[in-house]
């Protein structure tokens, strides 16, 4: 027993990397326990010690050795209980600490179960969770698939590590072109912002230091090689690559890109920016839903408001208290962009410009919801689907499809 236990201690030293004089503090305290309850008095000064060179265990009480084939038992088994759990604890500490390291990197594991739409990825070593929070809307796995996630969080629990992954995270599409494009590795390319909604699409700012580097062109690759590979990943979400600029005005006219900007107006210390731009084009500038302003919105980090011409025109007569008049406005050209992933929305042919209350079920009531959601032009409403209008408190279902027939029509 114990020379035995000598080599095994000196084993685990070697190949697990736990103190051999640790595992020798816990199992002479394992022991002077188990000591106690053999002889049936838990207050008794019992010690028990182990000879660092022999591997010899005494037990001691008040000074005397105490010999009994009991403790001879008891000894080895306590001994085997303790190394296992020191040996668990000491790996459990091991994952922890290099999963802690790696958060804010991508990893990879393989679907082992699922829990209330959770997933639980088996990385070799551990766990990790993939919770339904983080999971992309239109993702589906099943048991053996393997994926790819960013790590979000590693936290100590009584069970071991938990490790939290992500793959709605804009960081993981972020981590995707970092490990793709060479550039932004050896800090040439320089990832400036990034906006994402999970599934649909991601708004990526990119900037190089060298002039020579084009930071669009590296993001996207030979023949769109590299931004596909990450469309790919991403189950085709759509991508938007546009470059970064310190003119405020550019990098709009980019986030904003295929659509044509007639005019930008900042307000410094609001932090807002009014964008007109010709009729035929306020669809696009919106986006699907408002998602193309609102990412682009994120993307620069001011609030951001899309008007047509005709309509900015009429609220400017408004405020001046005259008729409408249309403004002389040049148009700008559209900024330089990639994209990938799936189509432009095509631009809605624009009809007559009209109040709210000209829309079927629209009173005085619902004119005042919608304005309050933020449309507040016909031509947005015609952008809307049933289920947006749905979603507003107030507007029910057969109303929210008569509005939409009614602005379409119009």
Known sequence: ???????????????????????????????????????????????????????????????????????????????????????????????????????????????????KGDIVLDLGKTEAVLPKSQQCPRERYKQGDRVRAYILEVTKTSHGPQIILSRSDAAFVKKLFEIEVPEITEGIVEIRSVSREAGERTKLAVWSKDDKVDPVGACVGMRGSRVKDIVRELQGERVDIIRWSDDLKEYVKASLSPTEIMDIKIDKVNKKIEVIVPDDQLSIGIGKHGQNI?????????????????????????????PAKEEAVVPEPAAESSEAGSKEEEPTEKGPEGKLTDIEGVG???????????????????????????????????TAEKIIKSAKGL
């Open 1 to 115: 027993m114990n020379e035995e236990l000598l080599t095994v201690l000196e084993h685990i030293e070697r190949e697990k990397g736990i103190d051999k004089e640790f595992l020798f503090k816990a199992i002479e305290s394992a022991l002077t326990s188990a000591a106690r309850k053999i002889m049936g008095n838990k207050e008794a000064e019992v010690a028990a010690t182990i000879d660092r060179a022999t591997g010899e265990i005494k037990i001691l009480s008040e000074g005397k050795e105490i010999r009994s084939a009991e403790f001879g038992r008891i000894a080895a088994q306590t001994a085997k209980q303790v190394i296992i759990q020191k040996i668990r604890e000491a790996e459990r500490d091991i994952i922890f600490e290099e999963y802690q390291k790696r958060i804010g990197t991508i990893t990879s594991g393989t679907v082992h179960r699922f829990e």
């Open 294 to 322: 609102r990412l682009a919105s994120k993307l620069i980090g001011w609030e951001m408001d899309i008007r047509g011409k005709e309509e900015k025109a009429k609220l400017t007569a408004e405020a001046l208290g005259g």
């Open 364 to 398: 005085p009531k619902a004119e005042k919801i919608l304005i309050g959601a933020g449309y507040d032009t016909v031509e947005k409403i015609k952008v809307l689907t049933v289920e947006d209008l749905t979603k507003l408190d107030g507007i029910g279902q057969k």
